[in-house]
T-cell receptor
Framework: GAGVSQSPRYKVAKRGQDVALRCDPI?????LFWYQQALGQGPEFLTY????????KSGLPSDRFFAERPEGSVSTLKIQRTQQEDSAVYLC??????????????FGDGTRLSIL | GENVEQHPSTLSVQEGDSAVIKCTYS??????FPWYKQELGKRPQLIID?????GEKKDQRIAVTLNKTAKHFSLHITETQPEDSAVYFC??????????FGAGTQVVVTP
């Protein structure tokens, strides 16, 4: 595709519900990143995929957060038993090459998650 | 790990004046430094980047300088226009390929 696409753009859920956020990276991009952006802050790293392999999940806040990229393209970030502190914008980014390459990361528009 | 600090947090300039945003980083192994512009409700958009083997890079009204010895880099916007109003983030890539972002600078250009 022309750019990184994320869906839904907005998600409202009640505390305790599970949510799933989707990211469609730029076609052919090897690397895929998830970031969390709180209001007024810079994006914070959550997890990294190189193709289908999840090489780094050190930024995931708790075991309620789970991400996958089973075929090395589309990725899903799942949050179980949501809590109010999960409210944030979740950004996905992709880049052309694998780990170890210093290269631009291209972001999607994000999913704004609100937990009531 | 990498720590990036960014100043100022807000910057108000008159249209036509220059704007300068400064960042420092902690990891001497960092070798790639992008700058992103984010308008309200929009995606972070890469506007310029610099690699550690270069001291300065310019693209029209935007320039970035890097001082590896001092571990700081700066964004310079000349002849500012109202459409330059946005939040600007600096970032540094750590040794694992992750971007560490600064806290952002809200730039307001007044006509």
């Amino acid at each position: 595709g022309a750019g990184v696409s994320q869906s839904p753009r907005y998600k409202v859920a009640k505390r305790g519900q599970d949510v799933a956020l989707r990211c469609d990276p730029i076609s052919g991009h090897v690397s895929l990143f998830w970031y969390q952006q709180a209001l007024g802050q810079g994006p914070e790293f959550l997890t990294y995929f190189q193709n289908e392999a999840q090489l780094d999940k050190s930024g995931l806040p708790s075991d309620r957060f789970f991400a996958e990229r089973p075929e090395g393209s589309v990725s899903t970030l799942k949050i179980q038993r949501t809590q109010q502190e999960d409210s944030a914008v979740y950004l996905c980014a992709s880049s052309q090459y694998g780990q170890g390459e210093s290269q631009p990361q291209h972001f999607g528009d994000g999913t704004r998650l609100s937990i009531l | 790990g990498e720590n990036v600090e960014q100043h100022p947090s807000t910057l108000s300039v008159q249209e036509g004046d220059s704007a300068v945003i400064k960042c420092t980083y902690s990891d001497s192994a960092s070798n790639y430094f992008p700058w992103y512009k984010q308008e309200l409700g929009k995606r972070p958009q890469l506007i310029i980047d610099i690699r550690s083997n270069v001291g300065e890079k310019k693209d029209q009204r935007i320039a970035v300088t890097l001082n590896k010895t001092a571990k700081h880099f700066s964004l310079h916007i000349t002849e500012t226009q109202p459409e330059d109003s946005a939040v600007y983030f600096c970032a540094a890539i750590d040794s694992w390929g992750k971007l560490q972002f600064g806290a952002g600078t809200q730039v307001v250009v007044t006509p």
